[in-house]
């Protein structure tokens, strides 16, 4: 039961029926306390749990709601106000202050029964007669009995407590050292046997969001977003990105955690940090708030998560100016499903606790949604906090000011904006809290606050563990009373904390002890036998080394997953599979193995299997807010320019530019520019400075490279430096200047761990719906490698024999030539390397498989080194959700592989292992579906020649086929995950592969006439790929683009008029009229000179980011333009425009005189234009009226 539905029990007891809701099991001496909340219909105005589908409306309308900050709020303004009579006040009055520790009453807790169930100590969910009602987690005894002896347990009332295993948890003779020290080293697991008496409970301690990767492109979930809005379904909700890193904090027990590790130095810099917000916050009640926070964290099972803005853990796009915390995620992990709370509760919970939120604003409505993507579109590639904030503040419906201003704390480089979908009912929710809890007090300004974090690390400069030691003990025991995590136990000193991974296997094994657990043991089932990209590390569990017995284990497991494909791969299955739980980002678990003694182990098996299903009936339910899980999901990350410049440009371009040189560096950063779509113009002032901070930065260092945790050291004083130079240098840079020295304070971190991973290039998702563009001719100056990512047996060779007998080769007369890997003694890309400098003119066909990527950055690298361009030659596949090649392509390359004979390669039906060599290059691309696959190459060499295969109204692939193929996959990855890519007449399953060797042969040979018959004929396939070939050296094909968006940086907004409406207009209402106009006209030459037309509506320079994004709602839209007037002198021309209505609403240009000009003089500015009526007014200038005015209808677009 989530909190917000325990503190309703205290309020509408009379929605709960006793009776029904509780039922007693009783077998033997256990008593299992089952409690159902049968409140459906129910809504809590705080935080409502259900969306209605069809409720239409589009938010607040007709007002803006903007919080206004008060410096002056006084503490005992904290309070909600008694002025709002309405049950709503109350009952997020009660609630909110529910949350209070200070308040509890430690007798009547005690007081209330409760019950145990395996080794989870909890209180009873029922409400005691004549007390307030808030259920609470039985404190220190989430996950096991704490300091409880058996003895204590076995004595306990059978009528209060149910006693798992009377004689598991026995006292031991040894010592406690002695215990411990068998515990670490390994023996008490190693002697832990999993037999049908064996348990597990598995407790999430933190988690984050989960990753939900949109399989749809960034206008794609644009376009559905504001369908969303418009109908009135849900609401935008957009978040400022602050620069930094994840920190979980679950309370002193639960534990503090980054983003896949905990223990470390990263987590140490957090637990300082926010005790230091408690100090700032409250002042001298700092440490009493602290540890009621605790307490409350432990007593609810909850977490929260937060964004770590810090100078002393590495650089990201600014250094910040003061070391703080945002709170991003409130999360309550009781039992069953992680319960994330709303934005609008996270504000309300924060508040209570004076804890630091993020800037929200709210777009109910088409027109701000659509104004806010206009926004963002102007400012991308110049953005920076305060215009992107003003923008925002201007549009949004609700502005809710953060309580760390991003500029003051961080800086004016911003990351960037995260705009999700939230309930329609959001607004309604937030403006309730915001009436009701106002931005709190700060106590501590005036509070002497110790020492601050980069003090503490300018004190400490000998080794890790000394800052550790150091920021722990700054911290205080009030938020942080033992080091357990850090520094283990004093037993565990000689041993490392790592434990051998047979825990995970027995965790898998043995019998789950509730429905959470049941989850997560399918979740980590799932993802090994699918081989996801993650690692399942585990720990000991120092918060329970009181509990530990020789039956009864506890361990801490992280979930860390390594590629972002793994989310992907894991979205489908949930697909296919509704009740499997979300795979959340920073995944840590607790886990607790135990046996229960073969007296009990009947009853204790049949009341396990009733929680389970009871449990899966209250976790069924997921608060979407009634919107289906695909636009629940929907969400899209807007970075700005002047952060990814600092961060993807240089950071991680420093590799490449010290190890492989200025060329490669420049074809990276060139390559990321395609990617994010940079406009032509930015690319241009891109490439100029990035060359010279190339130049800077290799004469400066040499050799030696540039470290990437304090890169900001030399390349800030570098765009500063630029930026002085010219106006435009500024706007592209942003901001420069304001230099954090971090070399005195700069964390050490051992091995040169990188908590937050961000220093890998960044990954575009590639949209599902691409759009093309053209690749230019070839150059014939250059040469040309066409190379072939494919798997035996995809007919490569044949089709370099045909590609070499054709005739008039590619349609150039460079010479075409092929190397086959067969025959290449010793490394075969080292040799292609010197053919293609031996011969650097010529077309080379690269007869070898190149399967992966690590081959693909040679081929690039040979590339740039030999003046040469690359086109990669796949078959065409479906692939599946894991890998670019079908089964059905796979069983046709295994049939042409065994119907080989004398294969240079000796890969053919003699050879023993066949399909296993098969299995293995089918593997190399595990982990990419067809659509990454195919991207991947596009983005790396621009161009992608596609080889027909197989028969597009085939037949199924035969059962028999698809079994034997499967058998193998499995085997595949049994012997892999035992042996590695040690050859498989070797190892365990030697026998089994001769066995599926022979399987194999007879499988496809006796379907070889279904499997030759689904394939195309071999001449087709060639004709299809010579097309190809040719066209990219002609530059006549058009491949498939894998940009992320395709809309750029917006300058000003106006209203496109078809060009030959105009030239009518003028011929035919003005010629004949006055022989000057037709001078002038003809002067003019309209119809050779004019090739656009536009109305222009507001620009960004003079009007403003708010104004052109104002016309949002009117996109693409049909404007009528009324001509009113032509004015022209001797230097311009333009017509005098007045746009008309859409829907109803006046279309007003920002301009003071709205006009289209047609024509200016050479060497005169488009601009000048806007002086006629001025010039007129002087006599300088001639003004024809047209009446009555002409309507041309154009179309409403940005530019």
Request: aromatic letters at 10%.
């Amino acid at each position: 039961m989530s909190v917000s539905h325990r503190i309703v029990c205290g309020f509408s007891p009379t929605l709960y029926s006793r009776s029904q809701s509780l039922s007693f099991v009783r077998c033997g001496s256990f008593q299992l306390l089952h409690i159902f909340f049968n409140h459906v219909g129910y809504s809590s105005p705080l935080f409502p749990l259900t969306m209605p589908r069809h409720q239409c409306g589009g938010g607040s309308k007709g007002h803006r709601w903007v919080e206004k900050s008060n410096p002056n709020r006084q503490s005992t303004s904290y309070s909600v106000s008694d002025s709002i009579p309405s049950a709503t006040t109350e009952i997020i009055t009660n609630r909110l202050n529910s949350l209070g520790v200070a308040e509890k009453n430690e007798q009547s807790d005690a007081s209330e029964p409760s019950i145990q169930f395996g080794n989870i100590g909890l209180t009873s969910h029922a409400p005691i007669h004549g007390k307030k009602s808030i259920w609470k987690p039985k404190s220190k005894a989430y996950g096991t009995v704490i300091g409880t002896t058996a003895a204590e347990v076995n004595n306990a009332p059978t009528d209060s407590m149910a006693v798992l295993a009377n004689k598991t948890r026995t006292a031991s003779t040894e010592k406690p050292d002695a215990g411990l020290s068998k515990l670490f080293s390994g023996i008490l697991l190693e002697n832990f046997t999993v037999d049908n008496s064996t348990y597990s409970i598995a407790q999430i301690r933190a988690t984050f969001y989960p990753k939900f990767e949109n399989e749809k492109s960034d206008q794609e979930i644009r376009t559905r977003m504001i369908e969303m809005v418009s109908t009135g379904l849900a609401t935008v909700e957009v978040s400022l990105k602050h620069s930094g890193s994840l920190f979980m904090y679950a309370g002193h027990e639960g534990g503090a955690y980054a983003k896949n590790s905990y223990g470390n130095i990263y987590t140490a810099v957090g637990v300082f940090v926010l005790g230091r917000m408690f100090r700032e916050a409250w002042g001298s009640q700092a440490n009493m708030k602290q540890a009621e926070f605790n307490d409350f964290l432990e007593r609810n099972h909850m977490c929260i998560s937060m964004e770590l803005v810090t100078a002393v853990l590495g650089d990201h796009g600014q250094r910040p100016r003061e070391d703080y915390v945002v709170v991003t995620a409130v999360t309550e992990l009781g039992s069953g499903k992680p319960k994330f709370y709303p934005t609008p509760d996270i504000i309300a919970f924060c508040r209570k606790w004076r804890l630091p939120t993020n800037h929200i604003w709210l777009f109910s409505t088409r027109k701000s949604v659509m104004s806010f993507f206009a926004a963002y579109d102007a400012l991308c590639e110049e953005g920076t906090a305060t215009p992107v904030c003003k923008a925002l503040d201007d549009i949004a419906d609700i502005s809710v000011l953060g309580s760390k201003d991003h500029v003051e704390v961080q800086g004016e480089i911003l990351e960037g904006l995260v705009a999700r979908i939230v309930s329609h009912e959001s607004s309604k929710h937030m403006e309730q809290v915001l009436r009701d809890y106002p931005p709190p007090p700060s106590n501590g300004a005036d509070h002497h606050l110790g020492s601050s974090l980069r003090e503490i690390f300018a004190a400490n400069r000998n080794d890790e563990k000394q800052q550790i030691k150091a920021l722990l003990n700054g911290v205080g025991p009030s938020l942080c009373p033992n080091h357990l995590d850090w520094f283990g136990h004093e037993v565990s000193q000689s041993h490392s904390r790592n434990v051998d991974q047979s825990v995970l296997s027995k965790f898998l094994q043995s019998r789950p002890a509730d429905f959470s657990t049941a989850k997560l043991q399918e979740m980590v089932r799932l993802m090994r036998e699918k081989r996801f990209p993650a690692a399942f590390k585990c720990y000991h569990n120092f918060h329970k080394i009181n509990s530990v017995a020789s039956e009864n284990l506890h361990f801490k497991m992280v979930i860390h997953v390594y590629s972002d494909s793994a989310f992907r791969r894991y979205q489908k299955e949930m697909r296919c599979k509704p009740g499997l739980w979300p795979l959340y980002r920073g995944f840590f678990v607790d886990l607790n193995l135990f046996k229960v003694n073969k007296e009990r182990l009947t009853e204790f098996s049949t009341e396990n299997n009733a929680v389970v299903e009871i449990d899966g009936d209250t976790n069924g339910a997921s608060a979407k807010y009634g919107l289906a899980d695909e636009d629940a999901n929907l969400m899209i990350k807007l970075k700005f320019l002047t952060y990814k410049i600092r961060t993807f440009l240089i950071r991680n371009g420093l590799s490449i530019l010290f190890k492989e040189g200025p060329a490669a560096y420049k074809a990276y950063y060139l390559r990321q520019m395609k990617i994010w779509n940079t406009s032509a113009a930015k690319q241009r002032e891109l490439s100029k400075m990035l060359d010279e901070w190339a130049v800077s930065i290799c004469r400066k260092f040499g050799n030696k490279q540039l470290s990437s945790s304090t890169y900001l050291s030399e390349a800030e004083p570098f765009l500063e430096q630029y930026a002085k130079c010219s106006p435009l240098n500024q706007a592209l840079i942003g901001s420069a200047g304001n230099l954090v020295r971090t070399e005195d304070f700069l964390a050490i971190v051992e091995g040169g761990k990188d908590e937050e991973g961000d220093l890998e290039p960044e990954r575009e998702i590639t949209p599902l719906s691409p759009t093309y563009t053209v690749k230019e001719a070839v150059r014939k100056d250059e040469g040309l490698i066409v190379f072939f990512p494919g798997i035996p047996g995809c007919a490569k060779s044949a089709l370099c024999n045909e590609i070499l007998g054709a005739p008039g080769g590619l349609g150039d007369d460079r010479p075409v030539r092929s190397l086959m890997g067969d025959l290449i003694k010793g490394r075969y890309w080292v040799k292609v390397s010197e053919e293609r400098r031996k011969k650097p003119y010529s077309i080379l066909l690269a007869d070898k498989n190149a399967p992966n990527e690590e081959v693909w950055r040679q081929i690039e690298d040979m590339c740039r080194s030999t003046k040469a361009s690359a086109v990669p030659v796949i078959p065409d596949s479906e692939g599946t959700e894991s890998n670019p090649f079908s089964l059905d392509a796979l069983a046709v390359f295994m049939l042409r592989v065994l119907n080989r004979v004398n294969h240079p390669g000796n890969l053919d039906k003699s050879s023993p292992n066949a399909g296993y060599v098969l299995l293995m290059f089918y593997h190399l691309y595990d982990g990419k579906s067809r659509q990454e696959f195919e991207s991947e190459l596009i983005e790396r060499f621009g161009s992608l020649v596609k080889m027909p295969l197989l028969e597009p109204d085939r037949s199924s692939l035969p059962e028999s086929v698809r079994s034997i193929l499967k058998e193998g996959i499995n085997l595949y990855k049994l012997h892999t995950n035992r042996h590695g890519r040690l050859e498989s007449t070797k190892g365990t399953y030697a026998n089994e592969w001769v066995k599926w060797e022979k399987q194999l042969r007879e499988t496809l040979l006796g379907n070889a006439v279904y499997l030759n018959s689904i394939q195309v004929p071999f001449e087709f396939a060639v004709e299809k790929v010579l097309e190809q070939l040719k066209a990219i050296v002609k530059g006549e094909y058009a491949a498939p683009s894998t940009e992320k968006r395709r809309f750029g940086t917006i300058v000003f907004s106006a209203v496109s008029l078809p060009v030959s409406e105009i030239i009518d207009l003028l011929e035919n209402l003005l010629s004949g009229k006055d022989p000057k106009i037709e001078e002038i006209l003809n002067t003019m030459n309209l119809k050779s000179n004019l090739t656009k037309a536009h109305v222009t509506l507001a620009h960004k320079r003079s009007h403003g980011v708010t104004a052109v994004a104002s016309y949002g709602p009117y996109l693409n839209q049909n404007v009528p333009v009324n001509i009113t007037a032509l004015f022209f002198s001797d230097r311009s021309a333009a017509l005098e425009a007045e746009p008309g209505t859409v829907d109803g609403e006046k279309i007003s240009s920002k301009n003071e005189w709205p006009h289209v000009t047609i024509w200016t003089a050479e060497g005169v500015a488009a601009k000048e234009a806007n002086m006629l009526p001025h010039l007129f007014k002087q006599g300088e200038a001639t003004r024809i009226e047209i009446n009555p005015p002409v309507t041309i209808t154009g179309i409403l677009e940005f530019f």
